[in-house]
């Protein structure tokens, strides 16, 4: 998430990429529970001429601006089969089904849901300062991870998302009220990695240990904001930057099981179609890895809520 007082003067800087196909909004279904069917409008953005650099191997493969009124402030991104998970900066779970044409790359997206996240009591959590949710994790045992800034802590809500939450294991550090732990995704063995958006990497069980004999940091004034599992071994990780009034940037990298970050994978700066850069979904794919990365509007209507896709060879 970036602070209110930053928001205006990166949405005066982005620039916007053109539509190149027309608008498709899904139609709400009925669904059971707190989750409830909201509009969802996708259309398909390129990636633009100029200001992405690909590492070889790598492709891109469709995006979407989303949009609806249920969808801002978008903060991670998981993906099962064709189902998409995120959460907000605002408390909700927010669900909705990707969309392929007949050469895999993504076209469309819709019936999207949204759940309040609630609290260990059930009622839904109503302070904005116990609310943030900003990293979100699906473990191989189908536990659903959430994280939050503010009141940093990391709760289990459950295989899928069914239960109430409970408190589970968060690193030892002083994370400020805005730079919390970004960063969440699977580990090896049932755990679950976490990165602190101003450095820092850590895999949970019962404890937290951190990777690497040197904190894990991101260089050049980057910033933590997003993982998932390589289905290779090891994470991809979101890195944003961020320098008003005109410089915003976004790279992926890997980071190995032991700490090592890689050279980028992705960059990402204007004019390609770039926002806030914060959740990312890595998927296995018979010739290697697709990568989403999803952007968050902070609810400010001079940006966009982006879903990029990529394959990785």
Known sequence: MMRA??????????????????????????H??????????????????GGATL???VRYAGGLILRGSMLHGLSDLKVEGERAWGVSDFGQLVRFTLRLDDRGHLASAGSA????LTGPDGAVIALKSLVDSEGLAILSDGRVLISFEGDHRIWSYGA???????????????????E???????????????????????????????????????????????????PAGGWFVVERYYSPPVDMRVRVRRLSADGVLSDP??????????DNFEGIAAVATTTGTRLYLLSDDNANALQKTLLLAFDVD
């Open 113 to 116: 849901t949204v759940r309040p």
């Open 265 to 274: 994978v992705i960059q990402l700066r204007p004019p390609a179609s770039i």
């Open 160 to 178: 899928g998302a069914t239960a109430a939450p409970s408190s589970v294991a968060r690193p030892d550090a002083d994370f400020p009220d805005n």
């Open 55 to 57: 590492a070889p191997g």
């Open 180 to 230: 919390g732990m970004e960063g969440l995704a699977a580990a090896p063995d049932g755990g679950w990695l976490v990165l602190g958006e101003g450095g820092g990497a850590w895999v949970c069980h019962a404890t937290c240990a951190p990777r690497g004999a040197a904190p894990v940091m991101p260089a050049d004034g980057f910033r933590f904001t997003g993982a998932d599992v390589d």
């Open 5 to 30: 007082a930053t928001r205006l003067l990166l949405a005066a800087s982005l620039t916007g990429a053109a539509a190149c196909a027309a608008i498709a909004t899904s139609t709400p279904g009925v």
């Open 32 to 49: 059971e529970g707190l989750d409830r069917p909201v509009r969802m409008e996708a259309r398909r953005v390129p990636l633009g001429i």
